[in-house]
T-cell receptor
Framework: ETGVTQTPRHLVMGMTNKKSLKCEQH?????MYWYKQSAKKPLELMFV???????ENNSVPSRFSPECPNSSHLFLHLHTLQPEDSALYLC??????????????FGSGTRLTVV | GDSVTQMEGPVTLSEEAFLTINCTYT??????LFWYVQYPGEGLQLLLK?????DKGSNKGFEATYRKETTSFHLEKGSVQVSDSAVYFC????????????FGAGTRLAVHP
């Protein structure tokens, strides 16, 4: 399978639950990103991994914990979330050695609802 | 800092109408420019891109020309279809580092039969 795959597509969780979002790419890319997309708000860059190292964390609350065990997989571990964390979470990847000319490949996202 | 400004939506058109979605940017260097499209319930898909001044990106009937003199990258289509209804994002990116893209706020397009 090619492209960027995100699972699950939909997730409903309580505020005391712990869950994880998964992102997988088979494009040979070595930079991966988590974005949050809320209604009527711009895309928010959350985390950036390049060559499996976290290179950016945009002041994201600690209830969001990313993990990049290898260049093909990216996780977002969630715990003690708030209702305002309900959003579409998007994963993206790109070949970090090909410069900003390439652009990102996005997954279809995980629609998260916190109840 | 670097930024992207898009026209506010929603843009509502009848089928076969001409589409323009404006995008201007502010950048300290020479970025590449992108248009992404997001259909309902989906992630963003790369629609077209241009990597240097005067380049024209095109795909699926959409076009955009990199205008350095006006720092613009307006998206156009000669005849829209209902299936073009989506949110369109303009973005800029630089080489080096981890290729961070800077996105505009998005413009929603609704096309009616």
């Amino acid at each position: 399978e090619t492209g960027v795959t995100q699972t699950p597509r939909h997730l409903v969780m309580g505020m005391t639950n712990k869950k994880s979002l998964k992102c997988e790419q088979h494009l040979g890319h070595n930079a991966m990103y988590w974005y949050k997309q809320s209604a009527k708000k711009p895309l928010e860059l959350m985390f950036v991994y390049s060559l499996e190292e976290r290179v950016e964390n945009n002041s994201v609350p600690s209830r969001f914990s990313p993990e990049c065990p290898n260049s093909s997989h990216l996780f977002l571990h969630l715990h003690t979330l708030q209702p305002e964390d309900s959003a579409l979470y998007l994963c993206a990847s790109c070949p970090s050695d090909r410069g900003g000319n390439y652009g990102y490949t996005f997954g279809s996202g995980t629609r998260l609802t916190v109840v | 800092g670097d930024s992207v400004t898009q026209m506010e939506g929603p843009v509502t058109l009848s089928e076969e109408a001409f589409l323009t979605i404006n995008c201007t940017y502010t950048a300290t260097g020479y970025p590449s420019l992108f248009w992404y499209v997001q259909y309902p319930g989906e992630g963003l898909q790369l629609l077209l891109k241009a990597t240097k001044a005067d380049d024209k990106g095109s795909n699926k009937g959409f076009e955009a020309t990199y205008r350095k003199e006006t720092t613009s990258f307006h998206l156009e289509k000669g005849s829209v279809q209902v299936s073009d209804s989506a949110v369109y994002f303009c973005a800029l990116g630089f080489s080096g580092g981890y290729n961070k893209l800077i996105f505009g706020a998005g413009t929603r397009l609704a096309v009616h039969p």
